[in-house]
């Protein structure tokens, strides 16, 4: 039975473990161009998306690990022993996940730059529900923005034209597959989220 958007928004949790099954082109064409036809500052549409598969993303395996050095010390405070395990092992294999989608932003003086970030962010979200709509798992990484110059080298990104004055700046990775555990939710916050004012 097909999910409404409430319970697909409910549903998403990040997913650090999946099986070893390809995700089908079409499933990504899908995903991708759920991605697109999220709202974009001036309607700009500065969202640039590199589809990570097969032996290159094998060979992204190092970097993630490089990538850990930068964020277990914090990690290490705020996570309990047996999840900081867990998560520092989900970064050295991925968890299995056959996709990572690395995401960009086309940043130029004719937008301000938050609303630029902001926009790509929401073609991030809008892939992440299609893909639990359609039975696929997510964890989105700032991880990579650790080895920023790196991930842009590994990527080939100097060799895109871009227009004069703009440039490409790395926001996340989308680590993509099919689950293969079913983690607790994470507990919602609500307090003090929210000011109503009249
Ligand atoms: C911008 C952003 C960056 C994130 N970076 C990472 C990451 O590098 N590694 C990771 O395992 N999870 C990462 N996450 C996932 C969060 O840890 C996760 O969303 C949060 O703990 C809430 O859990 P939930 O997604 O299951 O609701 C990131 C999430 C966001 C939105």
Known sequence: MKLNVYEIIEKRKSIRKYKNTPVPRAVLDRVLAAGMHAPSGKNRQNWRFFVVQGKKRDDYLK???KSWLGVKDVLQKRLKPSLY????RFFYTLGGAPVIIFCYS???????YHTSIGSVYMAVEN???AAVSDGLGTCPMGAPLEIKEEVDKFLGIKNISTPPGS?????CGLVLGYPDHDPPKAPRQTEGRIVWLE
């Not at 395990?85 to 520092?88: G, S």
């Not at 086309?106 to 301000?112: A, Q, V």
């Open 106 to 112: 086309l940043n130029d003086s004719e937008e301000r």
């Open 167 to 171: 440039e490409l700046e790395l926001l």
């Open 85 to 88: 395990e867990f998560t520092e």
């Open 63 to 65: 970097y993630s690990q």
């Open 127 to 129: 892939m992440i529900l």
